[in-house]
Each structure stands twice: as C-alpha cells, then as structure tokens.
C-alpha cells in the first residue's frame, strides 16, 4: 500500500501538467482567434473608411465601425448588421464644413470584394443618416453674410409664431411629439447696422425643410432674447426682416438620403434623412 502511493500521486501531477498545458493553449488559441479577428475587421474599416474619405472628398479618413462580434463570420457570409460611418468636414455645394453621421443597416460586401477596395459591390439595405450644418457656414449664405457674429439657437415653433411660450408643459410635450418635423422653429442673432450704429438683433424664424433645401423663414424680430424683450419697431422690422431670410441649398445628399426631418441644435442645423437600397458607391455628396 505504502508503496503504490508515490506512484499514484506522480501520474496525478503528470495529468495535471497536461490538464494545465491544455488549458493553456486553448486559451492561446482563443487569443489568438480573437486577435486576428479583431485585426481583420480593423483592416475591413480602414479600406471602408479610404474609400470614403474619397468619395466625400475629405482631408482625414472618417470614423468607421463594424459592429459586432465575431467579424470573422460576417465576413464569410458577406452579410453585416450594423455598420457606424461618421465624418467632419464634408463639403457640399457651398457649404465647407459640414458633419455626416450614417448608420448601415442590412449591409452586404462580399469578402474579396472588401479586401480588394472594391467598394461598388457594397449594398446597404436600409440606412439612416443625419447631415449638420453649423452656424459658421450658414454665416456664408447670402443675405446672412450681413449679420455680423451671427449665432444660432432653437426656439419652439409657439414662440416663434406669438412670442409667448405655452403655459401647459404636458401640452408642449404633446405638441412636439405631434408637430411636423419638416419644420421647427429657429432663433438667429447677430449685430446689424442701424442708422450707423452696430445693434444686436434677434430674429425668430421658422426654418422649414424643401426637398433638400432649407429656408430660413422669418417671422419677427427683437431687441434681446426671450429673457428680456423689446419689440422691434414695425417700420424696423420691415426693413431688417429680409437680411435673415435665406434658402441652404444642401444639394444631393451622400448615400442619396432622402431628408425627412429639420432639428434646431445651438449652433448648428440638423437634416434627418432615410435610405433604402443604395450603393455605397454613392456616398459621394453634391457639388
């Protein structure tokens, strides 16, 4: 009995050994699975994000990211769920300086296809994009070129029309949920010259969206915010109204997306816009 005992224990460290050197090549592998599958969806990014950067005619590469884990198998089926495209500084028509956040849906890119660059067989099902504008480009257009250090804020649509906001909270919350989202309403300021003197004006507008143009629609304008109001002349208010009423002519859109929505931020303009269909191909943007 004593004697079987060293022996026993000895194969029980010997099993062990090979146990623990089991686990860790498998845990190697897997590593090494998950590192390489990682590297195959970074390289699939970056000849995205290439062929981006030239059809929008960009100076850096925009963000790109495929979403969802492992690559690998997407890869082999040519078949991705979700794919995150974002970009800065687009030039579109007249515009410099505008920002594209895209998000692919349903995507379909043979593998040889996306190692080999050729984005033109690149299909995505379903996709939904937002363009923004920022107030330093819509500076630009004329007859905004006028206003001087002109900025950009949202206002509602019910103080843009009356100059009162609605004094039932649930009532706005049912209102914005109803209200036609083509439209929106905008507060636009900037210093104008009046009878030579340099005063700050703030003009309460509606901005509405046309097809893929924008017009800057305004309704009245004050001395001050909606804070601290003082009522503009009529006489005033004729003269200066048509120096904020602009049309942004955004173009054809990339991914040819079909605008459906208009948003007010602080300091910029939001186009919303859906897609079915399309190429990658055309995420090229008008000129």
């Known amino acids: 009995m004593t004697q079987d005992r060293p022996a026993s224990s000895g194969q029980g460290k010997r099993r062990g050994r090979r146990a623990r050197r089991i686990i860790v090549s498998l845990v190697v592998l897997v590593g090494v699975l998950v590192a390489a599958d990682f590297g195959l969806a970074a390289y699939a990014e970056h000849t995205v994000s290439q062929k981006a950067r030239e059809q929008l005619k960009l100076t850096d590469d925009p963000s790109v990211t495929i979403h969802g884990f492992p690559f690998t198998t997407q890869a082999v089926s040519g078949d991705y769920s979700h794919i995150s495209l974002s970009a800065s500084g687009v030039p579109i028509q007249d515009l410099k300086d505008v920002a594209v956040n895209a998000e692919l849906n349903d995507v379909t890119a043979p593998l040889s296809d996306l190692l080999n660059g050729n984005t033109d067989a690149i299909k995505i099902g379903k996709l939904q994009a937002q363009v923004t504008i920022k107030a330093s480009d819509i500076a630009r257009i004329d007859p905004l070129t006028k206003i001087e250090d002109l900025r950009i804020e949202p206002s509602s649509v019910e103080y843009v029309q009356t100059g009162q906001e609605a004094a039932d909270s649930d009532s706005t919350a049912t209102n914005s949920e109803d209200q036609d989202k083509s439209k929106a ?31 800057i629609v305004p309704q009245r304008l004050q001395y001050g915010n909606d804070k601290e109001t003082t009522v503009v002349p009529q006489a005033v208010q004729k003269a200066l109204l048509p120096n904020f009423k602009a049309s942004i002519d955004t173009g054809s859109l990339p991914f040819e997306v079909t605008p459906t929505a208009v948003q007010v931020n602080s300091g910029s303009v939001t186009i919303k816009g859906e897609a079915q269909d399309v190429a990658f191909s055309g995420a090229s943007s008008g000129r």
Not at 190 to 211: S, Y
């Open 185 to 215: 309403g905008i507060r636009v300021s900037g210093n104008v010259q009046i009878a030579g003197q340099k005063i700050e004006i703030f003009c309460f507008a509606m901005i509405e969206l046309h097809g893929t143009s924008i017009d």
